[in-house]
């Protein structure tokens, strides 16, 4: 059974930083992309970064040059580095599961609980 668990969420100030992790179970992880999601109150589930199998890495426009994902096989997790965060950064991430890195969500097949982060002064 697929599981996967965000963690790392909370209440930061702008510019500050937070590292979520997805910690993963119940699958060849090394096998598999891992994607970062984010929906913010009243609006869609949009993409935020992935990383593949191999480590190639995605990520929006919104979050470039301070969102950073990474992985570690041996620990089935996927971290999400976020710095300098915004308060349009406020949303519930989630991470999810497929087969490649792609912005779309219907290409993942199994999801998270969600954490959330809120960023606020």
């Known amino acids: 059974q697929v599981q996967l668990v965000e963690s790392g969420g909370g209440l930061v100030q702008p510019g500050g930083s937070l590292r979520l992790s997805c910690a993963a179970s119940?699958?060849?992880?090394?096998?598999?992309?891992i994607g970062w999601f984010r929906q913010a109150p009243e609006k869609e589930r949009e993409f935020v970064a992935a990383?593949?199998?191999?480590?190639?890495?995605d990520s929006a426009d919104s979050v470039k040059g301070r969102f950073t994902i990474s992985r570690d096989n041996a620990k089935n997790t996927v971290y999400l580095q976020m710095n300098s965060l915004k308060p349009e950064d406020t949303a519930v991430y989630y991470c999810?599961?497929?087969?490649?890195?792609?912005?779309?969500?219907?290409?993942?097949?199994?999801w998270g609980q969600g954490t959330e982060v809120t960023v606020s002064s």
């Open positions: 990383i593949s199998r191999y480590g190639t890495t």
């Open positions: 119940g699958f060849t992880f090394g096998l598999y992309a």
């Open positions: 999810a599961v497929g087969r490649a890195v792609r912005q779309t969500a219907d290409e993942y097949t199994d």
